[in-house]
């Protein structure tokens, strides 16, 4: 009978060792491989020559400024034909490239740049038209009243979808 009790007692201990409730740090090694970020999607898409879309996909945000904001100034500079404050301008806005969300402003004010241009919340409304957004900042008269280059200014697609209110929300694919 002692040796029954002394292997329930065991069994007992050994179980109660593989339980997952433990409070210690969890040793997780986990590797990800980022395939792209568009959080300004102008940023890639106009700014950056195409040989340099693959270093600015895989390499993170906080490497902006070092790895491209020179290219990303020159852009604006000689292609598009700017100042260099609407350069420096346009910089501060789009680089580091990632969404800005400000959660202490009220989420009515929600929209791309929003939190730059009018203390708002920030993020990106499935309603906001970044790319004309972009290209109106780029080469209309928005940050330089002298300068318009109408036929740039947006890119002249609608959305041609309407969303739906339940989560989804985005359309059923054309």
């Given at each position: 009978?002692?040796?029954?009790?002394s292997i329930l007692?065991?069994?007992?201990?050994?179980?109660?060792?593989?339980?997952?409730?433990?409070?210690?740090?969890?040793?997780?090694?986990?590797?990800?491989?980022?395939?792209?970020?568009?959080?300004?999607?102008?940023?890639?898409?106009v700014f950056l020559?195409?040989?340099?879309?693959?270093?600015?996909?895989?390499?993170?945000?906080?490497?902006?400024?070092?790895?491209?904001?020179?290219?990303?100034?020159?852009?604006?500079?000689?292609?598009?034909?700017?100042?260099?404050?609407?350069?420096?301008?346009?910089?501060?806005?789009?680089?580091?490239?990632?969404?800005?969300?400000?959660?202490?402003?009220?989420?009515?004010?929600?929209?791309?740049?929003?939190?730059?241009?009018?203390?708002?919340?920030?993020?990106?409304?499935?309603?906001?038209?970044?790319?004309?957004?972009?290209?109106a900042a780029l080469?209309?008269?928005?940050?330089?009243?002298?300068?318009?280059?109408?036929?740039?200014?947006?890119?002249?697609?609608?959305?041609?979808?309407?969303?739906?209110?339940?989560?989804?929300?985005?359309?059923?694919?054309?």
């Amino acid at each position: 009978m002692r040796y029954l009790f002394s292997i329930l007692a065991g069994a007992t201990v050994l179980t109660a060792c593989n339980d997952n409730t433990t409070t210690g740090p969890v040793v997780e090694t986990r590797m990800y491989n980022q395939v792209q970020r568009l959080g300004n999607p102008l940023v890639s898409e106009v700014f950056l020559a195409k040989r340099s879309h693959p270093q600015h996909g895989v390499s993170g945000p906080a490497d902006d400024n070092a790895m491209i904001g020179a290219e990303f100034k020159n852009f604006v500079l000689t292609v598009a034909g700017r100042n260099q404050t609407v350069a420096n301008t346009l910089a501060a806005v789009l680089l580091p490239d990632m969404l800005i969300v400000q959660a202490d402003k009220a989420p009515a004010t929600a929209g791309w740049l929003t939190w730059a241009l009018a203390n708002g919340y920030g993020g990106r409304k499935l309603t906001d038209d970044v790319v004309d957004a972009g290209l109106a900042a780029l080469f209309g008269n928005l940050l330089d009243p002298n300068n318009l280059s109408p036929g740039l200014a947006t890119d002249n697609v609608a959305n041609d979808s309407q969303f739906q209110v339940t989560f989804p929300y985005l359309a059923v694919p054309n």
